[in-house]
C-alpha cells in the first residue's frame, strides 16, 4: 500500500508541474494581453490629454493644467495625472498623485525623448501602471505628461487564474489519485501479489498447483505463464527428489534403522503428525512407599510401538493405569517420554474401576481375546460389558479428536482389538483423517467370529479405518471372509479392499517385528554370561527358557506337559537341564487369569515333583516382570527359547530370543499356530504346542544338535528379522495409511 501511495505522489508531482508551467504560461499571456489593452487606453487617453492640456502647458498656466489634471483623476482606473517640465520638475499634477507615488515610479525615459514611455511598479502596496507622454509644441519637446493608472485588477485576474488552475489542479489530483490508485491496485499490485503467493505457495509445497496466469491480466499474461513454468518445473524437480529419496529409502537392500525411519517419516509425511493410540501405556508410573518408579509393560504392541515413536516422535494417547500416573502428568494429562530421554509425549486417558472392568477386562480381555485366539476358551459376552466398551472407545474418541483439532490431515495409527469401534468414530468427525488400525491378534474364521452378538458393529467400527492391518495373509483372508459374511459391503479381492458405506478400507499383512538392527550386532556380549543364571541358582549344563505373560494362549501348560514327556523320555537329562520361566501375572483382575496363574504353578509343581532328585528339579518358574535388560543374558545363555503359544498374533519373544544370539548358537522351538512361524520356518523347530510328543523331540533335537546346524539356523532367521524389523514395518505401515487419499 506504501508504494501505490507513493506513485500517486510522483504522478501527482508530475502533473502538478506540468500544470504549473502550463499555468504561468497562461499567467504571462494573460497579463501580457491586460498589460497590452491597458497600454492601448492609457495611450488613447494621454493623447487626449497631451491634446488638451498643450495650449495651457505652453503658456505654463499651472493652476489650468492643475483642474485638468483633477477632472480626470479618479475616471476608471486613472489615479490620477501630473506634468512635468524638459528638466523632469513636477509643474502640475492632480491631487490623487502623491510625490511619494511618483518619486517611487520608475525612472521614465520620455524626457528628452520624443517617444512615450511606461512601467508597472508596486507603490503604496498596490500595483500601478505609469505612463509617460512627452509634450511638444511646434515639434519641440516642451515636457512630459505622466499617467498613473492603477493596475491592480492585473493582479486580481492573475490570482484569479491562479486560484482556478490549482482548485482544478486539486480535483484532477483526487481524480488521479483514485484512477492510478485503482490502477495500479487491480492491475499490477493486485495481480503480482498473487503470483507472488502462488510462487511462495509453490515454494513451500503448500499447494502442489503450479500458479495459473491470470486471462484478464493482459500485462502480467506472459510474466504469469513463465511463472506458472518455473513453478511445474520447480513441482516437478521436487517431485522427483522426493521420489528418490522415498526409493533409496525404500531399497530393499539397505537395512532400516531407527535413522532411517526417521528420515523416511520426514520425507514421505512431511511434518505431518503422527498419533498412536492404544489401551496400553508404554509408561507406567507406580508408587511404593512413597517412591515413584516407572516400568514398561510386558507388551507386544508396546515393545513394537515404543521404538517407532522414539524414533518418530509424535503423541501417543494411552489409558493411564499406573497408581501413580496421575501425579506425574500436566493439567493437560501429558507427559513427555521415555521419563530419562523425552522423544515423544504420552496423554493419558482416565477410566474409573466401573470402565476398567466392563471395558476392559469384561469385552476385551474375556470376549474378544478369546473369541480371536483359538484357545478353546470360550468368550464371555455381557451386555453390560458392551455397552462400557463402546463408552470408553468414545471416550477415548472424544480425546483424541480434541488433540486432533486444527491439526490438517493427521495419521492416526490404532491399536488393537481394545479400540476397534474407534476408526469409525474418528472417520465420522474427522474424514480428512487418516486412519490406520492394527489388530496384534489373530483374526478367527468367519465361523468362530459369528459367535459375537455385536459382530456387526465391531465390523462397522473397524471398517472406519483406511487401512487393516493384520500380522499374516491368513488373517486378512479370514477377516475379509467375515466381512463377506456379515456386513453388506464390495469385496475387491484383486485389491483386498472393503467399500461399505461408501468407504474403502483396505487390508494388508504387515508382520510385526523388533528393533533389530545391524548396528545391535556385537552389542549383546559374544560370550554368554551364565552369572544372570548362576544369580538363580541355575547351575544345569542345558538350560531351556519360556518368556510370556501368563496368560492361557501362551501354551505354558502344554509347555510343561512336553518337558515332561522330553524327561520321560530321555532321562539321561535328569539332573543336567532346568527349564527357566518367566511369567509376569497378566490380567489379574480376570478369574480365569488368576485361575490359570494357580494352575500353571500347580503344574509346575507337579512336573517338578516327579523328577525331584537329590535338590534338582527340571522347572524353575519366575512370576514376575523382568525388565529388557534382564531378560538379555537370560536369551543369550538358554540353549533353546520355547514359545508354544496355542495361537499367536505374532509373538516377540521368540523374534527377541533370535536378536539376542550373536553367537548364532541356541535353538527356537516354536508353535506352528503363531505368525512368527511364517517368518522362522527354516530356522525354528516347528512344533504342535497340543502334541507334548512333538514337543519332547524338538527339546531333545535342540540339546543335542550340532553348532553348525544352530548356527545355520540362527543366521537364517537373524537375516530375516534383520531384514524385516519393526522400523520397515511401522515404515510399510504408515507408508499405507498416508499413502491413501
Ligand atoms: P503379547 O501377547 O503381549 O503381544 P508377545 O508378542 O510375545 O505377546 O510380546 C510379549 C512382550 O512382552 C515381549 O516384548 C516380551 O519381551 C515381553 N515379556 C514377556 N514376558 C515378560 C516378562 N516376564 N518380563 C518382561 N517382559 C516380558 C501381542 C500379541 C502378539 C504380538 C504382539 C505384537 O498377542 O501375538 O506379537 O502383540 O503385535
Not at 207 to 223: G, V, W
Not at 499 to 516: A, L, Q, R, W
Amino acid at each position: 500500500m506504501r508504494h501505490i501511495f507513493l506513485i500517486v505522489l510522483a504522478v501527482a508531482f508530475a502533473v502538478s508541474l506540468a500544470a504549473s508551467v502550463f499555468t504561468l504560461m497562461q499567467v504571462n499571456k494573460e497579463t501580457d494581453e491586460l498589460s497590452k489593452k491597458l497600454r492601448e487606453r492609457t495611450l488613447l487617453l494621454a493623447d487626449g490629454l497631451a491634446e488638451s492640456a498643450a495650449p495651457a502647458y505652453a503658456r505654463y498656466a499651472t493652476s489650468t493644467l492643475e483642474k485638468l489634471a483633477n477632472t480626470f483623476t479618479n475616471r476608471e482606473r486613472l489615479i490620477g495625472l501630473a506634468f512635468y517640465d524638459t528638466r523632469g520638475n513636477k509643474i502640475a499634477g492632480s491631487s490623487g498623485v502623491t510625490d511619494e507615488m511618483l518619486k517611487n515610479a520608475p525612472i521614465l525615459d520620455t524626457f528628452n525623448s520624443t517617444e512615450p514611455d511606461d512601467a508597472f511598479a508596486i507603490t503604496e502596496g498596490t500595483r500601478k501602471y505609469y505612463f509617460a507622454q512627452p509634450l511638444h509644441s511646434d515639434d519641440a519637446y516642451i515636457g512630459s505628461l505622466v499617467l498613473v493608472q492603477d493596475a491592480s485588477d492585473i493582479d486580481v485576474a492573475m490570482s484569479r487564474i491562479w486560484r482556478d488552475t490549482f482548485l482544478k489542479l486539486f480535483v484532477y489530483f483526487l481524480l488521479f489519485a483514485v484512477a492510478i490508485a485503482a490502477l495500479v491496485y487491480f492491475v499490477l499490485f493486485k495481480p503480482l501479489s498473487n503470483l507472488a503467493e502462488s510462487i511462495r505457495q509453490a515454494r513451500m509445497n503448500k499447494d502442489a498447483r503450479a500458479p495459473q496466469p491470470s486471462h484478464h491480466n493482459f500485462f502480467l499474461q506472459p510474466l504469469a505463464m513463465e511463472v506458472s513454468k518455473l513453478a511445474s518445473s520447480l513441482a516437478q524437480a521436487r517431485t522427483a527428489a522426493s521420489e528418490e529419496a522415498r526409493m533409496r529409502l525404500e531399497k530393499i537392500d539397505t537395512p532400516w534403522t531407527e535413522e532411517r525411519l526417521k528420515e523416511f517419516i520426514k520425507a514421505y509425511l512431511k511434518d505431518r503428525p503422527i498419533y498412536v493410540v492404544s489401551n496400553r501405556e508404554p509408561y507406567i508410573h507406580s508408587k511404593d512407599r512413597g517412591e515413584v518408579t516407572y516400568s514398561v509393560p510386558a507388551s507386544g504392541m508396546v515393545t513394537a510401538l515404543e521404538s517407532v515413536m522414539a524414533a518418530c516422535g509424535g503423541e501417543w494417547l494411552a489409558h493411564g493405569s499406573g497408581n501413580a500416573d496421575k501425579e506425574m502428568v500436566d493439567a493437560e494429562s501429558k507427559i513427555r517420554v521415555p521419563p530419562d530421554e523425552p522423544k515423544y509425549t504420552l496423554k493419558r486417558i482416565w477410566l474409573n474401576p466401573k470402565e476398567v472392568k466392563g471395558y476392559y477386562v469384561g469385552f476385551s480381555n474375556e470376549a474378544l481375546w478369546p473369541l480371536c485366539h483359538i484357545a478353546h476358551t470360550r468368550p464371555t459376552f455381557r451386555k453390560e460389558d458392551w455397552l462400557m466398551y463402546k463408552r470408553v472407545n468414545g471416550k477415548f474418541a472424544e480425546a483424541l479428536l480434541a488433540e486432533l483439532k486444527g491439526v490438517e490431515r493427521p495419521i492416526v495409527l490404532i491399536q488393537d482389538f481394545h479400540l476397534s469401534l474407534l476408526p469409525r468414530m474418528i472417520k465420522e468427525s474427522r474424514p480428512d483423517a487418516q486412519v490406520g488400525l492394527f489388530w496384534h491378534i489373530p483374526w478367527p474364521s468367519a465361523e468362530g467370529f459369528s459367535i459375537c452378538p455385536w459382530r456387526k458393529e465391531i465390523l462397522q467400527g473397524m471398517l472406519g479405518a483406511d487401512i487393516i492391518g493384520f500380522h499374516t495373509q491368513q488373517f486378512c483372508n479370514n477377516f475379509l471372509e467375515t466381512v463377506g459374511k456379515e456386513i453388506e459391503s464390495l469385496i475387491d479381492l484383486e485389491q483386498f479392499a472393503v467399500t461399505s458405506d461408501e468407504h474403502t478400507s483396505f487390508i494388508k499383512p504387515f508382520p510385526i517385528s523388533i528393533s533389530f538392527t545391524d548396528a545391535m550386532e556385537g552389542k549383546t556380549s559374544i560370550a554368554p554370561d551364565r552369572a544372570a543364571l548362576e544369580a538363580m541358582d541355575i547351575r544345569t549344563e542345558f538350560v531351556g527358557l519360556g518368556v510370556d505373560r501368563l496368560d492361557y494362549t501362551k501354551g505354558i501348560l502344554e509347555r510343561f506337559r512336553g518337558i515332561e514327556f522330553f524327561l520321560d523320555a530321555h532321562p539321561d537329562f535328569y539332573k543336567r537341564f532346568t527349564f527357566l520361566q518367566v511369567a509376569p501375572p497378566s490380567r489379574e483382575e480376570s478369574e480365569k487369569y488368576r485361575d490359570y496363574a494357580v494352575a500353571v504353578e500347580a503344574e509346575a509343581a507337579r512336573v517338578n515333583a516327579k523328577f525331584r532328585k537329590n535338590g534338582w528339579q527340571p522347572i524353575r518358574f519366575e512370576k514376575r516382570h523382568f525388565s529388557h535388560s534382564e531378560l538379555v543374558p537370560l536369551y543369550q545363555t538358554a540353549n533353546f527359547c520355547l514359545v508354544t503359544s496355542l495361537h499367536d498374533g505374532m509373538n516377540l519373544v521368540a523374534k527377541e530370543y533370535v536378536a539376542a544370539r550373536d553367537d548364532e548358537a541356541g535353538a527356537l522351538i516354536l508353535s506352528k499356530f503363531t505368525g512368527a512361524s511364517r517368518d522362522f520356518n527354516r530356522g525354528a523347530l516347528i512344533v504342535n504346542p497340543y502334541s507334548a510328543e512333538e514337543v519332547s523331540e524338538a527339546i531333545h533335537r535342540a540339546l543335542v544338535m550340532p553348532a553348525t546346524e544352530q548356527h545355520r539356523r540362527m543366521r537364517s532367521m537373524r537375516t530375516s528379522i534383520r531384514d524385516y524389523n519393526v522400523y520397515r514395518w511401522a515404515a510399510e505401515f504408515i507408508k499405507a495409511v498416508a499413502a491413501l487419499r
